[in-house]
């Protein structure tokens, strides 16, 4: 009696291209390759997605909108502390 269960998934053009290039690289079938996907899959922490959630929610009311507003912030931030130290 067969034990394996058969799904069926879909996958937008681009990550079926990659997966089955990835497959054939690995010379693997894909669903030995997704087998291996779902064995490495880690979950996140529920703490940490608490953490991740407050500081998306702090960057949001801080009007941060991409990482580039992150290193422009940063940067300012930087030069204010030379400013201030310089005094």
């Known amino acids: ?38 064995r490495s899959y880690k979950p ?11 500081g998306l929610e702090h960057g949001k009311a801080l009007g941060i909108k991409s990482e580039d507003d992150v290193e422009r912030m940063s940067h300012e931030w930087r030069q204010e502390r030379r400013i201030q130290a310089s005094r």
Do not use: G, Q, Y
Request: net charge negative; glycine share 0%.
């Open 1 to 38: 009696m067969r034990t394996a269960k058969t799904i069926s998934i879909t996958l937008p053009p681009e990550l079926f291209a990659k997966a089955r290039e990835i497959a054939a690289r690995e010379h693997r079938t894909m669903s030995e390759l997704f087998r291996e996907a779902l």
């Open 44 to 54: 996140i922490d529920p703490e940490w997605e608490v953490l991740l959630e407050r």
